[in-house]
């Protein structure tokens, strides 16, 4: 007799991987990472730092077995969720695929064109402080530019901003430059 396949419970799969990756971001440092409630229905950070990190707004993706990677319409859908919830915060997509021990950090690029995906510990936590900090100084700009020449986790593509699934531009999204 065939074993049944175990339905994953996406709400448990979502609280596991919220609590991971703020263990993660306190790892980095991020001391006031902790999970947020979201009992009552409203649109919050999945994951916060309220006082490290309050202009970022976390959005959680874990344990995809497949078809969540860069440039898959399930991580543009995420990106998309994560700016349509940001409101006025810098949105970010914190990533872990099933069976994986790394965590990715997707946010806007500093040239507001496309997305740029970091993977390496202290790179995620530079890149964090200096979306809190609203840096945009071209040094900055040519360090990551030299790290990304070294092969050190910085992977820098265009997103369509509009969701594939419906084919537009989502109504809050066509207002942001």
């Not at 440092?29 to 229905?41: I, M, P």
């Not at 998309?80 to 997707?106: C, F, Y």
């Not at 690029?109 to 995906?117: E, L, R, V, Y």
Request: aromatic fraction near 8%; hydrophobic fraction near 35%; charged fraction near 30%.
């Amino acid at each position: 007799m065939a074993k049944k396949a175990k339905a994953v419970d996406s709400r448990s799969k979502g609280k596991v991987g919220e609590r991971e990756a703020a263990n993660y971001l306190r790892k980095l440092g991020f001391t006031d990472a902790r999970r947020r409630e979201q009992s009552d229905g409203s649109i919050q950070a999945e994951v916060e730092c309220p006082f490290l990190l309050p202009s970022i707004h976390i959005e959680v993706k874990y344990g995809y077995k497949t078809g969540f990677d860069v440039g898959t319409s399930l991580f543009n859908q995420a990106c998309l969720q994560a700016m349509a919830d940001a409101k006025d915060l810098e949105p970010v997509v914190m990533w872990r695929k099933w069976g994986e021990t790394i965590w990715k950090l997707t946010y806007i690029s500093a040239n507001g064109i496309g997305w740029s995906t970091v993977s390496d510990d202290g790179i995620v936590a530079k890149t964090l402080q200096w979306l809190q900090d609203g840096s945009d100084t071209s040094r900055e700009r040519e360090s990551n530019a030299d790290l990304n020449k070294e092969g050190r986790g910085i992977v820098e593509y265009p997103v369509s901003r509009r969701d594939d699934s419906q084919g537009q531009v989502p109504e809050e999204e066509a207002e942001r430059p």
